[in-house]
T-cell receptor
Framework: DTGVSQDPRHKITKRGQNVTFRCDPI?????LYWYRQTLGQGPEFLTY????????KSRLLSDRFSAERPKGSFSTLEIQRTEQGDSAMYLC????????????FGPGTRLTVT | ELKVEQNPLFLSMQEGKNYTIYCNYS?????LYWYRQDPGKSLESLFV?????AVKQEGRLMASLDTKARLSTLHITAAVHDLSATYFC???????????????FGQGTILTVHP
């Protein structure tokens, strides 16, 4: 399977705990994006990387959210001190920077904060 | 702030009928995407529209883009049950020909096709 993969697919955590999600993009893609999707809504952009550089992070929801892409390959999204409002689907997408810049989405990580 | 609005939000269709989903957006952009999402699944790319007047067709779906009106349409022809899903449009607030990839999505249109 050469698509975008995400791990874990489901995460249940208690309020106040930290969680980390991983995304592996399609191998030749140089852009990687994180989105959050809550029930009944469209995905909401959080941040993106071009290679290892994080080009936009102002949309991260609070300073509890951070993302890395240390070697320009996989990426991690960390949420510290989780709150119940963080419960959502976290989607990763990747693309090749170019005319089309078509984003391919992974299966998502569903986070439930109890 | 870029706003993307879809209508209708819910669409119940009979098999064999035609219908159109509308996507309006609030700022200049030449780059619009359509995605499909099945329940509990991720998003599947359907169409990439990159210029005014762009029209793309795949099977029973046809998408078009009017950048002057800031409007895209997704037309469904002779609907079949397999088209039941949620459809999203997404706009890239492109500036100067550079794609930023920071997509803003509409709320989605939940399509149900009945026999």
């Amino acid at each position: 399977d050469t698509g975008v993969s995400q791990d874990p697919r489901h995460k249940i955590t208690k309020r106040g705990q930290n969680v980390t999600f991983r995304c592996d993009p399609i191998s030749e893609h140089n852009r990687l994006y994180w989105y959050r999707q809550t029930l009944g809504q469209g995905p909401e952009f959080l941040t993106y990387f071009q290679n290892e550089a994080q080009l936009e992070k102002s949309r991260l929801l609070s300073d509890r959210f951070s993302a890395e892409r240390p070697k320009g390959s996989f990426s991690t999204l960390e949420i510290q001190r989780t709150e119940q409002g963080d419960s959502a689907m976290y989607l990763c997408a990747s693309s090749i920077r170019g005319v089309r810049d078509e984003q391919y989405f992974g299966p998502g990580t569903r986070l439930t904060v109890t | 702030e870029l706003k993307v609005e879809q209508n209708p939000l819910f669409l119940s269709m009979q098999e064999g009928k035609n219908y159109t989903i509308y996507c309006n957006y609030s700022t200049t952009s030449d780059r619009l995407y359509w995605y499909r999402q099945d329940p509990g699944k991720s998003l599947e790319s359907l169409f990439v529209l990159l210029s005014n007047g762009a029209v793309k067709q795949e099977g029973r779906l046809m998408a078009s883009l009017d950048t002057k009106a800031r409007l895209s349409t997704l037309h469904i022809t002779a609907a079949v049950h397999d088209l039941s899903a949620t459809y999203f449009c997404a706009v890239d607030p492109e500036a100067g020909g550079t794609s930023y990839g920071k997509l803003t999505f509409g709320q989605g249109t939940i399509l149900t096709v009945h026999p």
